[in-house]
């Protein structure tokens, strides 16, 4: 997002530069410094939610806001739907942009120039002695091809572990109510795509500057909607296979993984798939919006590993009216399908709840239901309680244990560090992780047989106990296994 500012910025003679946190081990001390250190008229900032973390990010533009005087924007997903709160508590905020950062940037920075009243620029939050000003939101940009391709630090260009990212549409063609994209945009166009030439002569540039570099599709959908969708794929394919070694990723819909597409991107050099699925529950699947079945599931899965590719899911195991039986077809279909064939996939899958941000359509459901709790950090995200009691227990259980292996995982002297299980290092057991595997899998189905036989009072001290005995059966799995001997020890309710 940045990227394509910062060359709009500088395409209308705006002197501008970019201090990237995310690509460098720089901290938010360091931001700060780093600001106040220079002259500059306007702070621009992508104001990226970061959970429990936000309000240090937050304290840091009170920082330089307070030192420096100077108008402080901010922009993206998280400012576009909390804008009222980010005003109303934190006066070193100037101005928020809702929606697409570039026009609504440009046009505020004239208009601060000459004195003039913010008021008039399109797609802008902002307050006045009378109260807030929320002006009306811009038309997306239409042409894609019009914009000059995205700035980029030189930790850009070479991402060892996730690639250089290209962003080839913005927007979905989708309705999922779990889902903001649409709402960032606003009105207008719901996908819009760059042509296929100007795709191509972007990834062209990358590939001769950084070779052998893997390229990130971060389109919330690669595909277009329909038949023009999926030829607009096949020509950007014959393109890319031009450039000698190219290899890339992308996310996409189940009913976008078509044969007729998918082979020419898997001969341009296409060997990562981020597949929605979301769930397996017909229900379900009605109730989020998602518009697709089951069965363009299976076969998305079927197609993708025919080519050679290991699809990697978006899940949500648990959504808020969901019901065990809704619960036992999601675990069955992973169970069915081998997607459950990794540690760290399989943490991830057991527990994913739906998580509701506001400015989804969900939000603003479960609020109105006065089902929505709150969260201590922001009124961004919402918590809830599931409408099932059973579904709530099992919830409950399962996602400390999950949690706490995470946890394990992120840390860098952990047997079960992710860095050391990514790069495949011999420090870390394979028969550690398909142990935990297999033994966190067992607890899911335990727990699950029993809350359908209505087998286990749902109350607080089971839960705990269950939670304990549970993190206690890792540390011994591990324990024992680092030591030589493989242990199976399971728990549950």
């Given at each position: ?200 002569d972007e990834v062209a540039m990358l590939a001769a500057a950084h070779p052998n570099q893997y390229i990130y599709f971060v389109d919330a959908n690669f595909f277009g909607p329909g038949t023009g ?169 399962i996602s400390p244990v999950c949690h706490y292996l995470l946890e394990l995982m992120d840390k860098d002297d952990s047997p079960l560090y992710w860095r050391n299980q990514r790069s495949g290092d ?68």
């Amino acid at each position: 997002m940045s990227g394509y500012l910062l060359s709009c910025l500088r395409d209308k003679g705006i002197e501008t530069e970019l201090i990237d946190l995310f690509t460098t081990d720089s901290s938010l001390s360091h931001m700060v410094k780093a600001v106040n250190d220079r002259e500059c008229d306007l702070l621009g900032v992508h104001l990226v939610y970061a959970w429990e973390n936000t309000e240090s990010v937050l304290r840091a533009l009170h920082a330089i806001g307070s030192r420096s005087k100077i108008p402080i924007i901010v922009y993206g997903f998280y400012p576009t739907f909390a804008y009222k709160e980010l005003l109303g508590s934190h006066p070193s905020i100037s101005y928020v942009i809702r929606g697409e950062p570039e026009q609504t940037f440009i046009s505020l920075c004239s208009v601060l120039k000459k004195s003039a009243d913010p008021g008039s620029v399109r797609g802008l939050a902002f307050r006045k002695d009378t109260g807030l000003v929320v002006t009306e939101r811009p038309r997306p940009i239409d042409n894609l091809d019009a914009l000059p391709f995205p700035c980029r630090t030189e930790k850009q260009g070479v991402l060892t572990d996730d690639g250089i990212n290209v962003l080839g549409s913005r927007g979905c063609y989708g309705n999922c109510s779990f889902c903001y994209i649409n709402n960032f945009y606003g009105t207008g166009n719901r996908w819009r795509g760059r042509t296929p030439g100007n795709i191509y002569d972007e990834v062209a540039m990358l590939a001769a500057a950084h070779p052998n570099q893997y390229i990130y599709f971060v389109d919330a959908n690669f595909f277009g909607p329909g038949t023009g969708g999926q030829e607009r794929a096949v020509e950007i394919a014959e393109l890319l296979k031009r450039i000698e070694g190219l290899t890339f990723g992308m996310e996409c819909r189940v009913n976008d993984v078509r044969d007729t597409s998918l082979r020419h991107l898997v001969d341009a050099g296409l060997r990562y798939v981020f597949l929605g699925v979301e769930t397996a529950s017909p229900s379900c699947l009605k109730r989020i919006r998602k518009n697709t079945t089951v069965q363009q599931t299976r076969s998305a899965l079927a197609l993708l590993r025919r080519y050679g590719i290991e699809p990697h899911i978006g899940f949500i195991m648990f959504e808020p009216d969901s019901d065990l039986h809704d619960i036992r077809v999601n675990f069955n279909f992973l169970m069915s399908h081998n997607l459950l064939n990794g540690l760290s996939k399989t943490v991830d899958l057991l527990y994913h709840p739906e998580i509701v941000l506001m400015g989804t359509d969900n939000y603003g459901l479960l609020d109105s239901a006065g089902r929505i709790e709150l969260s201590s950090h922001s009124d961004y995200q919402g918590a809830y309680r599931f409408k099932d009691r059973r579904v709530q227990c099992l919830a409950d259980t399962i996602s400390p244990v999950c949690h706490y292996l995470l946890e394990l995982m992120d840390k860098d002297d952990s047997p079960l560090y992710w860095r050391n299980q990514r790069s495949g290092d011999s420090t870390v057991p394979d028969h550690l992780t398909k142990s935990l595997t297999a033994w966190l899998t067992d607890l899911f189905t335990g727990l699950l047989m029993r809350l359908e036989a209505n087998d286990v009072p749902c109350t607080d001290r089971v839960k705990d106990r269950t939670i304990k005995d549970a993190i206690e059966a890792i540390d011994t799995i591990i324990a024992t296994t680092i030591d030589g001997q493989p242990s199976t020890e399971c728990g549950g309710l």
